[in-house]
């Protein structure tokens, strides 16, 4: 493994996916997706600053709680490209994530209760689905895979 010293000021797409754990074309799509920023050589390599690590780190621990990118993107647009996050400004996104997180916990106690109301069949129309078809809204609709029609026809 590549030792990072503290002179190194930049870093390569090869020597961030080490230092962070990161495979580089994850690191590539979170470019691209506007997550982490890179500067281009004159050959036309990229070159992070240092502080992209804790950037990557904030990325994939908030992925890890369930997180979806576009609302980490949100969150990181909120900060110039250049500011380094500092443990305040986890402690203020995090109070942004409170309510989204609490209701995540929600969504997951009712799938773990009523988990063996779902037969898995997919049909989404049965009359106990509280999961996928609340009072069998998709019922109304009439007989059949509801979704399943809709998505492929």
């Not at 050959?43 to 709680?65: E, I, K, M, P, W």
């Not at 059949?144 to 998505?151: E, F, P, Q, T, V």
């Amino acid at each position: 493994m590549t030792q990072l010293t503290w002179k190194t000021h930049e870093l390569t797409v090869g020597e961030l996916s080490q230092r962070s754990g990161v495979p580089a074309s994850a690191l590539r799509f979170y470019e691209r997706e506007g997550l982490i920023h890179s500067r281009r050589t004159s050959g036309n390599q990229r070159r992070y600053t240092r502080d992209t690590l804790r950037r990557v780190a904030f990325v994939r621990s908030s992925q890890r709680v369930g997180i979806p990118l576009g609302r980490i993107r949100q969150v990181l647009g909120l900060f110039p490209e250049d500011h380094v996050l500092t443990k305040e400004d986890w402690a203020r996104i995090s109070e942004c994530w409170h309510a989204d997180i609490t209701e995540r916990i929600e969504q997951l106690e009712n799938l773990r209760d009523h988990l063996t109301d779902c037969i898995g069949c997919g049909c989404l129309s049965i009359d106990k689905c509280a999961l996928a078809n609340p009072y069998d809204r998709l019922g109304e609709q009439g007989a059949g895979a509801r979704r399943l029609l809709k998505s492929c026809c």
